[in-house]
C-alpha cells in the first residue's frame, strides 16, 4: 500500500477555487494511479479524476469536467487537484486515492472497491 495525506481543503465562497495536495509515501509511486474521490453527506462515495503514473491518461468526472484539473509531480511523489468555479454540490469530504496500475480510460470511471490506499480525507465546503 501506498500511504497518503492530503492538505488544502477548507471553505469557499461559491464561485472560487481551491487547491488539494496529496503527498505520497511507501511503495513505489511510479507503479501506481492516483485520483481524488468525494463523499457527500447523505451520498456514495464518488470519483472525481484519476491519472497514471505518466500523466497521460486523465478521468474526470462529468461534474468535474471544465473545473477540476488533476495533476501530479512524480519526483514530489505528489498529485494535486486544482478546483475552479465551485458550487455548493462540490461540498464534501475529498479522499486522495490510489491503486497499482498503470493504465486508465479516460472514458471510464474508476471502481472504487479497486483502490487500495486512502487518505484521511479533507473537508471542502462551498457557501452559496
Known amino acids: 500500500q501506498v500511504q497518503l495525506v492530503e492538505s488544502g481543503g477548507g471553505l469557499v465562497q461559491s464561485g472560487g477555487s481551491l487547491s488539494l495536495s496529496c503527498a505520497a509515501s511507501?511503495?513505489?509511486?511510479?507503479?501506481?494511479?492516483m485520483g481524488w474521490a468525494r463523499q457527500a453527506p447523505g451520498k456514495e462515495r464518488e470519483f472525481v479524476a484519476a491519472?497514471?503514473?505518466?500523466?497521460?491518461?486523465?478521468y474526470g468526472a462529468d461534474s468535474a469536467k471544465g473545473r477540476f484539473t488533476i495533476s501530479r509531480d512524480n519526483a514530489k511523489n505528489t498529485v494535486y487537484l486544482q478546483m475552479n468555479s465551485l458550487k455548493p454540490e462540490d461540498t464534501a469530504t475529498y479522499y486522495c486515492?490510489?491503486?497499482?496500475?498503470?493504465?486508465?480510460?479516460?472514458?471510464?470511471?474508476?471502481?472504487?472497491?479497486?483502490?487500495?490506499?486512502w487518505g484521511q480525507g479533507t473537508q471542502v465546503t462551498v457557501s452559496s
Open positions: 486515492v490510489a491503486w497499482s496500475g498503470s493504465y486508465l480510460n479516460p472514458s471510464i470511471t474508476p471502481k472504487l472497491d479497486a483502490v487500495d490506499s
Open positions: 491519472i497514471t503514473w505518466s500523466g497521460r491518461s486523465i
Open positions: 511507501g511503495r513505489t509511486f511510479s507503479t501506481y494511479c
